[in-house]
């Protein structure tokens, strides 16, 4: 089973006033305010409908060319391999066997027992058509996996039901990441839709997965029924109606009131003990793999010098950020990045704080206070930065504040400006700004192919416009690795390299807490990566279990 929390003795009653619940929109108010619409049909782990409130629409009717949201889109789509990279050994799912011929060759056989929502048979020219399309799309959240790391230079049909791939240099890693990831699409529907306007589509999604998406409106939400049918098994849970409520008080009134059964938002640290003490109110306790970070911006000096990134990674005191700003939920990022939960990461990596070091460093590089105000001065003047976060999270502006107080004490001047989203968007495309207090998910962190696309996409760094030899060496040597687990030794090389200059310095590792009302269903479990709002969770638990899919603790 997985984690039932009991609260840490830091956490603490909420201040927020909480607002009222309004019912949104038409589509969803058979939905709301009414027991008998969630009330389980066959015990705790099965349930007729749910009603689960989400802060904001996911890129429209579920494009997968638009949204970010792995755990909606997946109710809706499936992939060759399940549950995703994150656990560094995926199952078959829409494949039923995966062969790597030879390093740079992999052939996959499709089941032959899955159909498209719409009655149409699965095909390995589904397969084929996904990833050619991928490549002509215009560049998104996916593409990377087909068209750089890996490079999927062919894509053969060899007969019905198996294709083959061709990558232009060794991809060990098509299998359980590229495989584990790309979401297969329906080339009878896909292939009326020009390449180049793939984003602007808004029909709903019609895919393989364990639910059909029925119902969309951008200002009310989403409305799934179950897919009887699925080859997996049907469903646990008949239907999932998932209103818009952005107000974060609003959300969890509304769960304690009965009118939603549960959030696909994270309880905040401040409520953890005030919900633990709610009898109603059932809270499981996951390690995701997220964190906030301090990123800097290595496009302006002085965080062009690597000795510099360094003196800001020493001189966030990582155990203080996580006890302020998250109340000790959560563990010291002092691993570093990626995610140190990541089957693909180093568990070596060290980031210790050492304000003093800081400090040293600062002088061997010429930065000394000559005026005495507490600032640093350098040959291009003060230390002194801007630093963004948004505005509307209180919790990453808490952290900014906390970080700017950190520097602070070092010699650094960090002017905190909260922003609103359209502000804050806008300097962060522009890179308009020193420092930036955001976010980074899953697929960042403990995706390994994202760490490499990070450094040539300019989220980590900015290649080829920036020089940087010493990473440049270690790529072409990764390239050149035939096996997932020489490619590995090279990778954990990078990311120590990475730690000792960053560009992105983790504040804290993150735990989460997700809130449910056990009297409605009771079958949530985590997922790595995924929280508990997923498909995981609502298809019957063997399955999930041989999938590898679910975390099941005591």
Not at 40 to 68: H, K, Q, S
Not at 195 to 217: H, I, M, N, Q
Not at 496 to 512: A, C, H
Request: hydrophobic share 40%.
């Amino acid at each position: 089973m997985a984690r039932r929390h009991r609260p840490r003795t830091k956490a603490r009653t909420s201040r927020r006033v909480a607002l009222p619940l309004t019912c949104a929109a038409t589509l969803l108010t058979s939905a709301c305010g009414g027991s008998a619409a969630s009330a389980p049909t066959d015990g705790p782990d099965a349930a007729e409908r749910l009603t689960i409130a989400i802060p904001a629409e996911v890129g429209g009717p579920l494009n997968p060319f638009v949204t970010f949201q792995e755990q909606l889109s997946e109710l809706v789509y499936d992939k060759l391999l399940s549950p995703s990279p994150y656990v560094g050994d995926p199952q078959p799912w829409l494949a039923e066997a995966v062969t790597q011929v030879d390093p740079s060759t992999w052939e996959v056989t499709l089941r032959d027992d899955v159909t498209w929502h719409d009655g149409e048979a699965l095909t390995a020219e589904d397969v084929v058509f996904t990833f050619q399309y991928a490549q002509d799309a215009p560049t998104g959240r996916f593409t990377h996996h087909i068209n750089e790391i890996p490079d999927v230079s062919s894509v053969e049909q060899l007969d019905e039901r198996t294709v083959r791939f061709g990558c232009a240099f060794p991809c060990p890693e098509l299998g359980p990441v590229t495989l584990a990831d790309l979401p297969i699409l329906p080339e009878h529907i896909w292939s009326q839709v020009p390449a180049d306007e793939v984003k602007e589509y808004d029909d709903l999604a019609v895919g393989t997965g364990p639910y059909r998406l029925v119902d969309f409106s951008p200002t009310a939400g989403y409305r799934f029924e179950a897919n009887e049918g699925y080859f997996a098994g049907a469903p646990v849970v008949g239907e999932l109606v998932m209103p818009i409520i952005e107000d974060p008080s609003a959300t969890f009134t509304a769960l304690r009131s009965g009118e939603v059964d549960a959030a696909y938002r994270p309880v905040s640290p401040e409520l953890i003990e005030q919900f633990s003490a709610d009898p109603a109110v059932g809270m499981i306790q996951t390690a995701p793999l997220r964190f906030p970070e301090l990123r800097l911006n290595y496009q302006r000096a002085p965080f062009d010098e690597p000795r510099f990134r360094q003196v800001l990674s020493l001189a966030v005191d990582r155990q203080e950020m996580l006890d302020v700003v998250f109340l000790g939920q959560g563990r010291v990022a002092d691993r570093g990045y990626p995610h140190p939960d990541s089957p693909w990461t180093d568990p070596t990596l060290s980031t210790p704080s050492d304000p003093a070091r800081a400090a040293a460093l600062l002088d061997e590089l010429g930065f000394t206070d000559t005026d005495g105000d507490g600032v640093r001065e350098g040959p291009d003047g003060p230390l002194s930065f801007t630093m963004i976060a948004p505005g509307a999270d209180p919790v990453q502006v808490r952290a900014g504040e906390l970080a700017a107080e950190q520097l602070g004490e070092v010699g650094i001047e960090a002017s905190l400006q909260a922003m609103d989203a359209g502000s804050y968007a806008d300097l962060s495309t522009s890179r308009e700004y020193d420092l930036q207090i955001s976010s980074i998910t899953a697929h960042g962190t403990a995706d390994p192919t994202q760490f490499i696309m990070s450094h040539r996409s300019g989220y980590l760094w900015d290649a080829p416009d920036l020089p940087y030899p010493e990473w440049d060496q270690l790529y072409e040597r990764w390239a050149a690795t035939t096996t997932i687990s020489d490619r590995r030794d090279v990778a954990f090389e990078m990311q120590q390299m990475f730690n000792r200059q960053p560009t992105s310095i983790p504040l804290y590792y993150p735990d989460e807490y997700w809130a449910f009302r056990p009297d409605a269903f009771a079958g949530w479990a985590e997922s790595p990566g995924f929280g508990i709002v997923h498909k995981w969770s609502l298809l019957p638990r063997e399955v999930a279990r041989d999938a590898q899919a679910i975390v099941e603790n005591g």
